[in-house]
């Protein structure tokens, strides 16, 4: 178990985490959760680090794709949530591939096999994220993992809290994390969570905008059904029963 995850959370043998917000970063994830009324946030290096923190029904909202299709069509909720983040952000949905190209461990063939399947490549944005994809991808289908795993998009969260409109600034500057921040008062009081793990962690392991992703991937987990969407409202399921959606704040 993650050193640093222990180390955030209080009184181990109590924590039941009933809702949590995750978000990729370079160290592995970053996880946002509530420890009592307390805001955390916490690196964990792999997800079945976090399974024995919660709650059998835990809400567990994570920026990751969940669903893939085995072939050449295009995930229905990312179409969706690119039209829901124009005309600004988004760039922000990159196309998902099909699984059997996220098994690719090789750029060249993963390129080569999505060109073959879909007719077009891929970025190596994408391909860099592929290790967390399989990692995810297999661990939903453990029989010990814990938690309501849903796919949580920060991008679309944030223009849905901001009224439907897409974020003008980007998450990467000042104004864009101030922005983000003002939407995230409904968790209450945050900053204390980010400025610790700031200082904390190193920009290697984590950016700003890693925590801000996690902190609205935490509200949107905390909100109950009725107060969140799901886009499409009837998703599909893959090759392996996961359904195919985003689902962010209502």
């Not at 039209?83 to 080569?112: D, I, M, W």
Request: proline share 5%; with cysteine.
């Amino acid at each position: 178990m993650s050193d640093v995850m222990a180390a955030e959370i209080s009184l181990l043998d109590d924590v039941s985490l009933s809702a949590v917000g995750i978000d990729g970063c370079r160290a592995g994830w970053v996880v946002a959760f509530r420890d009592g009324s307390e805001i955390r946030l916490a690196i964990i290096a792999q997800l079945s680090d976090l399974n024995d923190f919660l709650h059998p029904n835990a809400s567990v909202m994570i920026d990751m794709p969940i669903g893939l299709s085995d072939g050449h069509s295009v995930r229905d909720c990312d179409a969706l949530a690119r039209q829901k983040l124009r005309p600004h952000r988004s760039a922000s949905v990159f196309g998902v591939p099909a699984r059997q190209v996220t098994r690719c461990k090789e750029y060249s063939e993963a390129n080569a096999l999505s060109r073959a399947l879909s007719g077009k490549g891929i970025s190596k944005q994408a391909f860099y994220l592929f290790p967390k994809i399989r990692e995810l991808d297999d661990w939903l289908m453990s029989r010990d993992r814990r938690g309501r795993w849903s796919e949580c998009h920060p991008e679309v969260a944030f223009a849905c809290l901001n009224g439907g409109e897409a974020l003008l600034e980007s998450k990467k500057t000042e104004a864009g994390s101030q922005a983000r921040q003002k939407l995230l008062a409904e968790l209450g009081e945050f900053r204390p969570a980010v400025e610790r793990a700031l200082t904390s962690y190193r920009r290697k392991d984590v950016l700003a905008d890693d925590l801000l992703d996690a902190l609205v991937c935490l509200l949107t987990a905390e909100r109950p059904p009725s107060a969140r969407q799901h886009i499409p409202m009837e998703a599909p399921v893959d090759g392996r029963g996961l359904v195919m959606e985003i689902v962010a704040p209502a």
